[in-house]
């Protein structure tokens, strides 16, 4: 059986990942164990990476920021600390995906501002999805 205390902690074990693995990666890129720009010099590749870059965030960041807004959701989360749980998240996840696949592809293009941008936005949108209890309880609709 989850607990409130158990689910925040969790949620906040797994937002603490999804910001270190890219600081990760940025540590890997930046002390050169791996070459960055090794993707330079192929303009389609730059130009269908940056798309995809680009509707990542837009779709991560509206989705992850309204999901507990919609009332399907809503109503499942309102009966349910699991699906809170569950929501909460595939929340977090459609935030990190784009934080990673940017970060990740601004050191492979040769440290490309568009990417970087990206990454940006999506710890941005990060700050707004920090677990708490008064947040879950807001969210669940419990006084």
């Given at each position: ?26 540590g890997?890129f ?8 090794s993707?330079?010099g ?36 309102h ?23 940017n ?18 936005m ?22």
């Amino acid at each position: 059986m989850l607990s409130e205390e158990k689910v925040i902690l969790t949620l906040r074990s797994v937002y603490a990942a999804q910001l270190l693995s890219p600081l990760m990666l940025v540590g890997i890129f930046e002390t050169e164990l791996q070459e960055p720009g090794s993707l330079v010099g192929n303009d389609v590749l730059t130009y269908a990476m940056n798309m995809v870059g680009v509707v990542l965030v837009l779709c991560g960041i509206l989705l992850g920021l309204k999901l507990m807004t919609f009332q399907r959701v809503k109503a499942r989360i309102h009966d349910s600390l699991q699906d809170y749980y569950s929501y909460s998240l595939c929340r977090l996840a459609l935030l990190g995906t784009p934080l990673l696949y940017n970060t990740l592809a601004y050191y492979l293009l040769g440290c490309e501002p568009t990417c970087g941008y990206l990454a940006l936005m999506c710890v941005v949108a990060f700050m707004f999805v920090w677990p708490s209890k008064d947040k879950m309880r807001y969210e669940r609709d419990i006084e």
